[in-house]
């Protein structure tokens, strides 16, 4: 594939509507492109998820998206209780909000169309993923969460997404976890 200089100036950050249908995707992943290509207006229909698309202006090609929903940080997540409360301990919950479960939104899928790959754009989601419930967030939100395909980790980890149980074994996926009071501390 033909790799394309992004001019980011013409480039705009949207949230995709049911009716939006993209025509032309492949960031190497067969999933991930069936999901954009033809699930995501499904998902966003059933209230399951919303998608977002990172477009060129000028020719209105989608170069990345992401699909985002609700989630929570829970005590199922953890190897045992103990080690949910040094959790909570470390990421400074107060006492009198000793929760169950923390608010947060699970990154169900990002994907870059390999056109553009290399030019920092998954970073520039995660970022704007970061603001938009720093900055426009509607409900609490604690925690950015994601189940990483293992050859992403390495991505997620340099974007500050850390493990949620050092435990977690499934072949696949390894569930991580951003903490937003990261941007504000």
Not at 80 to 100: I, M, S, T, V, Y
Request: aromatic letters at 12%; proline letters at 3%.
């Amino acid at each position: 594939m033909v790799q394309t200089r992004v001019d980011r100036e013409h480039l705009s950050f949207i949230r995709l509507k049911p009716s939006y249908s993209v025509e032309n995707f492949s960031c190497g992943d067969d999933d991930l492109d069936d999901f954009i290509l033809h699930r995501a207006s499904t998902f966003q229909k059933h209230l399951l998820s919303v998608s977002y698309a990172y477009v060129d202006g000028d020719s209105g090609k989608v170069l990345a998206y992401c699909s985002l929903a609700n989630d929570k940080v829970a005590i199922t997540d953890f190897k045992d209780k103990a080690e949910f409360n040094r959790f909570r301990k470390k990421r400074g919950f107060p006492n009198e909000k000793r929760l169950k479960s923390y608010p947060a939104v699970k990154l169900c899928r990002l994907g870059v169309d390999e056109s553009v790959k290399g030019q920092q754009i998954g970073t520039i989601i995660i970022d704007y993923i970061k603001w938009m419930y720093m900055n426009n967030n509607r409900a609490g939100c604690r925690f950015l969460t994601v189940d990483a395909y293992l050859d992403a980790v390495p991505f997620y980890e340099k974007n500050g997404f850390r493990f949620m149980n050092a435990e977690d074994n499934d072949p696949h996926t390894r569930l991580m976890y951003y903490d937003l009071m990261d941007i504000v501390a």
